[in-house]
Each structure stands twice: as structure tokens, then as C-alpha cells.
């Protein structure tokens, strides 16, 4: 009896330091992502440390509580693609206040997705090539930032990018950890760029909300499709491919009271996690699937001690010259892109029409291109761009 509760204990205990390392593992790949998104937006440091340490809080908390009550592998995080989004959004006539008021706005859609449900269906309802193909757009420019560094600071850039490229070979998850710490190096090695946040502890100070039309639909609408169709659609599909039932209303209120919360104080929205609950959800994290949920504990503590150094993680990045933590972005968010464009050229049989090739092939470059009409960003116009040849596609001669 005494070796079968040891061996339970080291198998939890495995479980939970699975969660940890994915939590470090996400942390990593993400924070220098939405960094380089808040800044796009007009957040100053202190802002941007504020918005990190509630995200992250907020994050934990949920993970724990969702994870405990259920005893399923809930993992919670922030969009990539989302920070991405906002990184690339056109100058705000608010500035950062009126980010506030479309994180806001995307935190209340999230929450009716739970609520009502035609609204979750319908949201799933998008064909995913344009869904994917708008993604990518966004990904797009982020990720050239490598090669640019290349060019323009070869010696800062190439060690982070050799560094990266082995780790990709060599063992792919810890590519990111990697890279942060080549960059740290640079770091010392340059010396700082610029000064980072007042105080390594935030003041925490709340952000009063401006709701502009130009935010709510080149921000919040856009913000809202990516998060649901980039994050919190595919992690309900990671949580029931391992076999597991998850509560997809509940997530996607609570998810959204928390991201609610978090945007005053400047945090973009939080959902499901994909890639890291996929970490935590699978065989890896255990080979008792009713015991994974630990893992989830795991990553949620992680959660709760980066939001405690969520001051000293900005100011170390603010340190770094601005074009090296594009570069980081670039690197974490490949993955994302490849998955994306892969997503968007693959339509099903019934989709593979001339035109619904060409909305996708349209969706991905007036998204890419940057352009915005009437203060609104070209993630909205390229979706509705591409929605048109796809709806004509769908509605021609022999449908």
C-alpha cells in the first residue's frame, strides 16, 4: 500500500511539473508577443507591466478554479494572434483608451457566446479558410520581423535566430525559452535601449474606456473572430480529442467575466489555450486522464508567479531594442502562421471552388497589405473582402 501511494504521489507530482513547464513554455513564447501588441496600441511600459500582471492573475485564477471544479485540464491564456491583431491595428484617434473600450467590447461578446448559444454556433459557423486566411494575414508582418533584424542589426539578430532554428530541430518546445535567453545576452551585451516601467512592481492603475467606431470594428471584431476561431474553438477540440467533455458555455463566460476584468487595466482577452492544453490534456501530462487536470494546476501557478514578475519581464524587454522584440514575436508566432496558411489552403471538397479560393487568396493579402478605410484596420476589410467572393462561390451556377 505504502509503494502504491508513493507512486500516486510521483505520478501527481509528474502531472503538475508537466503544467509547470508548459506554463514556462507559454509564458515565454507569448509575453514578448503581446508586448509588441499593447505597445502597437499606444500603452506606455507601466501600462503594458499593469495589463501583463492582471492578464496573468486573471489567468491563474481561472485556470485553478475551472481546472479544480471540473477536474478536467482547463488551460487558460492569452491570444496570441489576438496580441498580433492589435499589434497591426491603425492609429486610434483615443489612443490606448480606446483599446480599453475594444477589449471591453470583445470581453462582453465573448461572454453572450456563452449565453447565448445560436451566437457560439454561428461564430463556428465561419468557413475556417477565411478564418484562417485572415489569421495568417495578421501573422504575416510579425513574422518577417526576423528576417528584417537580419539585415538591419545582423549581430544582435543572427545569434537569437541560429539559436532558435537548433532548438527547432533539436527539441522544438524549448525554442522560445532558447531564444529569450540568447536575447538576454544581446541584451547585456548592447546594453539597454530604453527605460522600462517607472516601478518593478505596477501601480495597477485603471484605464477609463473610450469606445470609438474605428476600435470597436478594427479591434473588437476582429479580436473577438480570432480569439473564438484561433484559440477557443480549437481548445475545445484539443480537450475532446483526448477524450474529455468540456463545459464550453461556462468556459466562454467565465473566460469572458475575466477578460472583462482585465481590460481596464489594459489586458487583451483570455481563452482557451490550444497548443499548451494540449500539452496538459494528452499522455504526456500522465497516463491517468482523470488525474491531468493537475497539469492544469500546474500551468495556473506558473500563471499566478509570472504575474507577480510581470514588472521585471517588461523591463527586461523594454531594454531591448524594438526591432529584437519584434523579432522574438516573429519567432513564437511561425508556428501559428504555418498552422494557419495550411488551414486556409486546405478547404473542404465542397468548398474548393475557383471563387472561394479567391476570397481566401484575397481575405490573406488585404489583410496582410495593412490598409485601413475610415480608421478602420485591414483585418475587417480583408474578412469582408474574401466573404464576398466566398458568398458568391457558394451562391453560383451549379450550387
Known sequence: MAEHGTGRLNQNLSTVTTGVVAGMIGFASSAPVVVQGLGGVGATSDQIATALTVLALVQGVITI??????????????????????????????????????????????????????????????????????????????????????????AAAAPVIALWLVMIVWRRLWAMPVALIA?????????????????????????????????????????????????????????????????????????????????????????????????CAGPDAGPDPARRWLAALGLGLVALLFGILAGLAVSWLAAAPALLVETLAGLALTGALASALAAALTPAPADDLPLARDGVLVTFLVTASGVSFFGIGAAFWGLVAGGALWLAARAGPGR
Open 183 to 279: 536575447t538576454a545576452a544581446v541584451i547585456a551585451w548592447l546594453g539597454p535601449a530604453v527605460d522600462g516601467p517607472s516601478t518593478l512592481v505596477p501601480a495597477l492603475d485603471l484605464i477609463a474606456p473610450r469606445f470609438s467606431w474605428e476600435a470597436l470594428i478594427g479591434i473588437a471584431l476582429p479580436l473577438f473572430l480570432v480569439t473564438m476561431a484561433s484559440q477557443n474553438i480549437p481548445g475545445l477540440a484539443v480537450l475532446q480529442a483526448n477524450g474529455y467533455r468540456p463545459p464550453s458555455a461556462a468556459i466562454f463566460v467565465v473566460s469572458g467575466l475575466g477578460s472583462a476584468v482585465a481590460a481596464p487595466f489594459g489586458g487583451l482577452s483570455v481563452n482557451l489555450a490550444a497548443i499548451i492544453a494540449a500539452l
Open 65 to 154: 478554479g475551472l481546472s479544480s471544479h471540473y477536474r478536467l485540464p482547463i488551460c487558460v491564456g492569452w491570444s496570441m494572434p489576438g496580441a498580433a491583431l492589435i499589434a497591426a491595428a491603425p492609429h486610434l484617434p483615443g489612443g490606448f483608451a480606446d483599446a480599453v473600450g475594444a477589449f471591453l467590447v470583445t470581453a462582453g461578446m465573448i461572454v453572450a457566446c456563452g449565453l447565448v448559444r445560436p451566437l457560439g454556433r454561428w461564430i463556428a459557423a465561419i468557413p475556417k479558410p477565411l478564418a484562417n486566411a485572415m489569421l495568417a494575414g495578421i501573422l504575416f508582418k510579425l513574422c518577417l520581423a526576423p528576417v528584417l533584424a537580419l539585415g538591419a542589426m545582423p
